[in-house]
Structures are given as structure tokens and as C-alpha cells.
């Protein structure tokens, strides 16, 4: 019934758009229409679910775990959800803050079941089936990592690469970050890590660049070694192997045919400076910033640009976040591994013991 009536509202404000007030509107505005009504129609669906599974789960008995905001609809188990939710919550409650409540509405559904026998599992309509005796660090991070928040809108998620989501491992993340700004084949990336601000959000993909590859890829080394290391199978193989031609002047050292190779790529295949683990961090600096209402800031405007977006939800200028967002980078720098000093004593004599055993072998014996 909720599906009904949802799609009949959907109708009643689609047919109200006259073709003059269409006219009127731009692209941008129509898009970001849609997107909001595609939300909607997803979160009714969602809802239309959710109830459907808590009426069909209410003949078999269900368990409901509350900790703070976030719900848990369970079968009655002995899997430890409760602690798990109450390690999870402070970790949601920091990232989303005031939409963190969506979860009273939106609760969890998990199906535990005995790993160690041969019935039949318990069915609970759109639940997540987890053995009961699985641990409370593994409950936990399942829990981080499927948080029923609605997703943001298409331009966050494209920008983003993913979804928002809190990072478990935050220095870790860090510091995987780190070894992208200095390994990256990408000079944006490497001139971020010396302190050039500007590309720092070159290599974010912060600014709209009417050609990425000029401004993500701007040398012709990296972008003859993209074309040859990353899409030589495709250029070969596509379109019937029309682009054969132009990969071989490609790799003998044409610019412009490695230029129009990578133009010529479908939206969204080019690689970008930096993965999506440097974004989320960026994210995840204008989120702990902005404070309780930042998530909520960040995702009520989806027409405007993400730098203005996460300006506006860190509260300052999108260069201060770049800025802490370097300098946290900076200091995640993995630590060095040090060698002891019989460590060159140990592999000289591995060495030596595996030489001898080659020798030995009936492979090197002179008949």
C-alpha cells in the first residue's frame, strides 16, 4: 500500500511540471529534481520493506537491540549484537551526527543462524545472515560498514567514488594515503605532496576541468605510460582494433595520440591522482570540523560543487581542509622498517646455504 501511494505522489508532481516551467529550468536543476525524487522512490521502497519484513517477523518473534539511535531487528540468538552496536554508535554518532536519528527509522535487520548445524536458517525478509558465535570486533565492523543511512545524492557519490562511511582505521588510512602522494604517476599528486595547494586539489578532484587528462595527467611520460600500462589491451581490442594504429605511435613517443587515446576513454574510466581512500579522508576532515550538523550541511545541496559543499560543512574555506587534510597526511607517514645488525650477517648466510644446495643438486653435477 505504501508503494501505491508513494508512486501516485511521485506521478501527481511530475504531471504538475507544465512544458513552460521545463522551459524555464536548467539542465542542472532538472538533474538535481530527479536525483531527489529517486531518493525518495528508493527510501519509500526501502521503508515499504522494512515493514513488510518486521509484520512477517513478528509470527516467529523478533528481538529489538537499541543503543543510542541505532536499532537492531534480530531473531532471538546468543550472538553478541548488543556489544557490537554499543562499539559501533559512537563511531556513527561522530561521523553523521544530527542524521545519525535516521536510524530509529531505519533499523538493522540480522539473521543469526548456528554455523554448526544442518537446518534450514532462519528467514527474515532483507536481514543480513551472520553465524551467532562470530565475534564482537567482526559484528562491529559489519555493522560500520552497511550503516542504513540514506545514501547521498548521485554528485557526491560519483566525486566520492563510493559511499560516506566511517573509516575504522583512521591512521592506517592515513597513512595508506601518504604512499599515494608519493608514488602516485601523477604529478598533481607528487606536487601536493611538496606543498603545491593548488594541486593538492588538482589531485582531489576538486576543481571542473573541462579536460581531466591535461589537468589530472599533464606530462606526456605519465600519460604515454597510462596508455601503455593501463589500457594497451583495450586500445588493441576495441573497436575492432581501430585504435591499434594510434597506440603504436602511442608507444613510439606521439603525445597527441596518447592525449586523444585517454580523451576518447568512457566517462569515468580515466584514472583520477589520488583513490578514493584520499577523498574520504578529506571528507572525513570537514565532517570532525563542522560538528553534529556537518553531515546534514554536506548533503542538502547537491547542485553546488564539492569544494563549496565541504566548505560548508567544515565550516571554513575548502583550502583550511585541504590544508589540515595534507598535514594529517604528512604526519601518517608509515615508519621506516629498520634492519638489525645481524640482519645482513643472517641473509648472506641464507644465501650461502642455498647456493650450496644447488650445487648439490643433480642438476649441476657433471656426469
Known amino acids: 500500500m505504501l508503494k501505491h501511494t508513494t508512486c501516485l505522489c511521485l506521478l501527481t508532481v511530475m504531471m504538475a511540471m507544465t512544458p513552460g516551467r521545463l522551459a524555464s529550468q536548467s539542465v542542472e536543476r532538472l538533474q538535481v529534481r530527479a536525483d531527489s525524487l529517486l531518493r525518495e522512490w528508493r527510501r519509500a521502497n526501502a521503508l515499504a520493506d522494512m515493514v513488510d519484513s518486521l509484520n512477517h517477523a513478528r509470527a516467529g518473534g523478533t528481538d529489538t537491540i537499541s543503543v543510542g539511535a541505532l536499532r537492531i531487528v534480530t531473531i532471538p540468538s546468543p550472538a553478541r549484537l548488543r556489544e557490537a552496536a554499543a562499539r559501533a554508535w559512537p563511531v556513527i554518532d561522530s561521523l553523521y551526527g544530527s542524521e545519525a536519528r535516521q536510524l530509529e527509522q531505519r533499523p538493522y535487520l540480522i539473521a543469526p543462524y548456528d554455523p554448526d548445524t544442518t537446518s534450514p536458517k532462519p528467514t527474515l525478509r532483507g536481514a543480513t545472515q551472520v553465524p551467532w558465535d562470530k565475534d564482537v570486533a567482526s559484528l562491529a565492523m559489519m555493522l560500520l560498514m552497511n550503516v542504513p543511512i540514506g545514501r547521498p545524492d548521485s554528485a557526491l557519490q560519483n566525486w566520492l567514488g563510493g559511499p560516506v562511511a566511517p573509516i575504522v582505521h583512521p591512521v592506517q588510512a592515513r597513512a595508506a594515503v601518504y604512499v599515494q602522494l608519493v608514488t602516485a604517476p601523477s604529478q598533481p599528486a607528487r606536487n601536493c605532496f611538496l606543498g603545491v595547494m593548488n594541486d593538492c586539489r588538482t589531485a582531489l578532484t576538486l576543481g571542473q576541468s573541462p579536460d581531466p587528462v591535461d589537468q589530472w595527467h599533464p606530462s606526456a611520460a605519465e600519460r604515454r605510460a597510462l596508455v601503455s600500462r593501463s589500457f594497451a589491451e583495450y586500445f588493441s581490442y576495441s573497436d575492432h582494433g581501430a585504435r591499434k594504429p594510434a597506440l603504436q605511435s602511442c608507444r613510439a613517443g606521439s603525445d597527441s595520440?596518447?592525449?586523444?587515446?585517454?580523451?576518447?576513454?568512457?566517462?569515468?574510466?580515466?584514472?583520477?591522482?589520488?583513490?578514493?581512500?584520499?577523498?574520504?579522508?578529506?571528507?572525513?576532515?570537514?565532517?570532525?570540523?563542522?560538528?553534529?550538523?556537518?553531515?546534514?550541511?554536506?548533503?542538502?545541496?547537491?547542485?553546488?560543487?564539492?569544494?563549496?559543499?565541504?566548505?560548508?560543512?567544515?565550516?571554513?574555506?575548502?583550502?583550511?581542509?585541504?590544508?589540515?587534510?595534507?598535514?594529517?597526511?604528512?604526519?601518517?607517514?608509515?615508519?621506516?622498517?629498520?634492519?638489525?645488525?645481524?640482519?645482513?650477517?643472517?641473509?648472506?648466510?641464507?644465501?650461502?646455504?642455498?647456493?650450496?644446495?644447488?650445487?648439490?643438486?643433480?642438476?649441476?653435477?657433471?656426469?
Open 257 to 367: 595520440a596518447c592525449t586523444e587515446l585517454l580523451r576518447s576513454l568512457p566517462a569515468g574510466v580515466l584514472p583520477r591522482p589520488l583513490t578514493y581512500d584520499a577523498r574520504a579522508a578529506l571528507v572525513h576532515v570537514a565532517l570532525r570540523l563542522g560538528g553534529r550538523e556537518a553531515y546534514h550541511r554536506l548533503v542538502a545541496t547537491p547542485g553546488t560543487p564539492i569544494a563549496d559543499r565541504l566548505a560548508a560543512a567544515a565550516g571554513v574555506s575548502v583550502d583550511s581542509v585541504v590544508a589540515l587534510w595534507r598535514s594529517e597526511i604528512l604526519t601518517a607517514r608509515p615508519a621506516p622498517v629498520t634492519v638489525p645488525p645481524w640482519g645482513p650477517w643472517a641473509a648472506l648466510g641464507w644465501t650461502a646455504v642455498f647456493a650450496v644446495c644447488a650445487l648439490r643438486s643433480s642438476r649441476w653435477r657433471v656426469s
